[in-house]
């Protein structure tokens, strides 16, 4: 099975503007993660520009990469989460796994948006406008 190449490489991740939270060693497998889901967003449309989108594509999965690399650690922490509490007659809610999927995804698409800023080549256009 041939994987995707990410979108941004260990040395860009490495000489560009991002937290450096992962080490070289699982660069790849978080990075290849985040361009799988660059390509999910966009419906596909994001391998068609790569060339064009370089470096805004390279800049949305380095940070995606370290999204979802924290968010994995974070997933067992968040699913026992207290989300609401009522201290009168002592009520709590708790975060569902999938509540805590939808805030990572709803995270990563705003990071790709930020990234693409004015998006030219409507990568994120789901055609409802």
């Not at 990075?31 to 449309?45: C, Q």
């Not at 999965?61 to 922490?77: D, N, P, R, W, Y």
């Not at 975060?95 to 080549?121: H, K, M, V, W």
Request: charged fraction near 20%; hydrophobic fraction near 35%; glycine fraction near 8%.
């Amino acid at each position: 099975m041939e994987f995707p190449v990410p979108y941004c490489s260990f040395d860009t991740y490495t000489n560009g503007p991002f937290l450096h939270l992962l080490k070289e060693e699982e660069y790849d497998t978080w990075a290849v993660k985040a361009s799988r889901l660059i390509d999910r967003l966009t419906v596909g449309r994001a391998s068609r520009h790569k060339d064009a989108l370089a470096s805004e594509l390279a800049y949305a999965c380095g940070q995606i990469a370290e999204v979802l690399q924290s968010s994995q650690a974070g997933k067992i922490a968040a699913v026992k989460g207290v989300t609401a509490f009522s201290n009168d007659g002592y009520s709590e809610s708790y975060a569902s796994s999938r509540d805590f999927q939808e805030a990572i995804n709803r995270t990563c698409y705003g990071i790709l948006e930020e990234a693409l800023g004015s998006d030219p080549y409507g990568l994120l256009y789901t055609g409802v406008i």
